[in-house]
């Protein structure tokens, strides 16, 4: 059952193709792609989020330029995983219901002093800075995107973990009244909330980014909304969007894909071309609007920043 359940998920090819038709469609219909990225840049809700101040923030040209163009806002906006709002990837109108203020973030656990915090008090105590950082997605598809957002390492400053925190267990919202896939039904309920870990030692390196805003803006809710994590080096469903609760814990967390599929969706999830998905191969990737089949990169290209994070590890099962 399971198995089922996954095999209604991931299915790279079939999500992405059609996709790549669709934008070929505008294409050839001659429509002017400048004009409608402006009009999928322009939410009319930015103008109400009262972070909107904070954009955009300056680039940190540290983090380079991710080599590739950047993915236009029209299609990243509009084709997203969010499950919590269905299994499609059109879930952009459900997901503009989700009140994304008033909003709170817990952080609990092996900390010296559990908080609740107002996120935009949240936003106030960090630094916002722009990167711009590939992503992959375990289904085998890709994108470029101008992140904004501030290291996860601030917010361990803020969380003060004790000497007992190995790990950082992340948590989404569960509001099943307006997320309709949190509705499921009696024989096919999934383990909501959604929850993803990394290590503490994961998230003091400088790759690992709190987000808040995309393409100079606050974040749009089909991307994640006000709180989002990203996490370049690893597939894409470790960057767990909605964020309402942080716990710094010494135990490894389980995640809501390790929990329904544990011998697909691994708790590391490192990006590696040649290790297979038990279903698929891992080697390229399509990339999201020009639909371009590229190599994909180990740790997706980040390997000179994390790859020094799992020596000693190499027993466990760094790339699934
Ligand atoms: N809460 C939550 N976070 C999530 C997901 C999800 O379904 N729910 N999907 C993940 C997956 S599989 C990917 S590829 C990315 C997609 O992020 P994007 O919509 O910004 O492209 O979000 C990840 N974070
Ligand atoms: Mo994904």
């Known amino acids: 059952m399971l198995i089922r359940r996954i095999h209604g998920w991931e299915i790279p090819e079939s999500r992405v193709t059609p996709e790549h038709i669709f934008v070929n469609r505008r294409q ?11 009009a999928a ?41 969010y499950y919590e709002f269905g299994s499609s990837k059109r879930i952009a109108a459900a997901a ?14 092996e900390v010296e002093k559990p ?26 598809w890709s994108m470029v995107v101008p992140w904004t957002g501030f290291p ?21 919202f569960n509001m099943p009244d307006v997320a309709p896939g949190q509705k499921d039904g009696l024989f096919t309920s999934y383990p909501w909330p959604y929850v993803e870990g990394i290590t503490l030692a994961e998230a003091m390196n400088d790759l690992p980014l709190m987000v808040t805003g995309a ?12 709180l989002r994590l990203h996490l370049p080096w690893k597939y894409g469903f470790k960057s767990i969007k909605g964020l309402v609760r942080v716990s710094f814990t010494a135990e490894r967390p ?38 371009e089949r590229i190599p994909t990169l180990l740790y997706n290209g980040y390997g000179e920043q994390v790859a020094g994070l799992y020596k000693g590890l190499e027993t466990e099962k760094l790339f699934m």
């Open 215 to 226: 393409y100079g803006k606050p974040l749009p809710n089909s991307m994640g909304a006000p």
């Open 41 to 81: 840049a322009g939410p009319a809700r930015a103008a109400a989020d009262p972070s909107s101040g904070l954009y955009p923030a300056p680039r940190n040209a540290a983090f380079g330029d991710a080599g590739r163009p950047v993915t236009e806002a029209q299609y990243t906006t509009t084709f997203n995983n």
């Open 254 to 291: 389980v995640s809501f894909w390790e929990t329904l599929g544990p011998t697909e969706y691994g708790f590391w999830a490192n990006v590696n071309p040649d290790v297979a998905h038990p279903r698929w191969s891992q080697e390229t990737e399509q990339v999201l609007g020009s639909g």
């Open 28 to 38: 050839l219909m001659g429509l002017a792609t400048g004009a409608i990225a402006l």
């Open 115 to 140: 908080m609740r915090l107002a996120i935009d008090d949240l936003f106030k105590q960090v630094k916002l800075e722009e990167r711009i950082y590939r992503h992959r997605c375990v289904e085998a």
């Open 152 to 172: 996860v390492k601030q917010l361990v400053d803020i969380a003060k973990p004790t000497s007992n925190a190995k790990f950082l267990r992340f948590e989404t």
């Open 96 to 109: 503009e219901k989700l009140p994304i203020r008033p909003w709170e973030v817990v952080i609990d656990g």
